[in-house]
């Protein structure tokens, strides 16, 4: 049992560099959420459950088109292969 808390302590240690990478994964998909929000509700006028119904679908489809990225994350092998993807997500979202 020890053991296993160890094994789970040590990958979780491993992740960690890559949860700023993902966090900023997460937060640029908020952030193109919102202006295509905005920009939807600027064209089109939505009554308040079209609003709603219209943010949970953007945010449902960008969180669907990032999940496996950042699966992929998770399971880097190496701090190599983990700076590599770690400065190809930074220049890729600028």
């Known amino acids: ?7 789970e302590t040590m990958q979780w240690l491993f992740q960690a560099p890559m949860e ?20 939807l509700s600027r064209k089109i006028d939505f009554g308040t459950r079209e609003q709603k119904l219209l943010k949970k679908v953007l945010n449902a489809s960008l969180q669907r088109m990032i999940k ?5 994350l998770k399971h880097l092998e190496t701090r190599q292969e983990q700076a590599d993807y770690k400065k190809m997500v930074e220049q890729l979202l600028g």
Request: aromatic share 6%; net charge negative.
């Open 1 to 7: 049992m020890i053991s296993k808390a160890k094994e």
């Open 20 to 39: 700023e990478t993902i966090r900023s994964l997460q937060e640029k998909c908020t952030e193109i959420v919102e202006d295509s929000y905005s920009y």
């Open 68 to 72: 496996e990225p950042i699966q992929e």
